[in-house]
């Protein structure tokens, strides 16, 4: 069965940092695709930023430039680093794990607020 745990989201001004965890349990977690999505108030969920087992990257357009998705894979953790957090950030970001045709798995969620 797999878990997944984040921490890290707050309230944070305008222009401030930052940074998300993820800890995932379960087989073979580090050959799957972990990523960040988030959903605000009234919008669809949307990709922030994946990660492959080999370390690509993927992230939406609205945060290249300012975001940073890494994993460790011996740890089974993910982490987003966040910079010049901007207003329209606001949203409930959510840990995932791609295990394609195993299914899709969430964690709960943590609230990331920007606002002055």
């Known amino acids: 069965q797999v878990q997944l745990v984040e921490s890290g989201g707050g309230l944070v001004q305008p222009g401030g940092s930052l940074r998300l965890s993820c800890v995932a349990s379960?087989?073979?977690?580090?050959?799957?695709?972990l990523g960040w999505y988030r959903q605000a108030p009234g919008k669809q969920r949307e990709l922030v930023a994946a990660?492959?087992?080999?370390?690509?990257?993927n992230y939406g357009d609205s945060v290249k430039g300012r975001f940073t998705i890494s994993r460790d894979n011996a740890k089974n953790t993910v982490d987003l680093q966040m910079n010049n957090l901007k207003p329209e950030d606001t949203a409930v970001y959510y840990c995932n794990l791609d295990r394609r045709v195993l299914g899709t798995s969430w964690g709960q969620g943590t609230q990331v607020t920007v606002s002055s």
């Open positions: 990660t492959t087992s080999g370390g690509s990257t």
């Open positions: 379960g087989r073979d977690i580090k050959i799957y695709v």
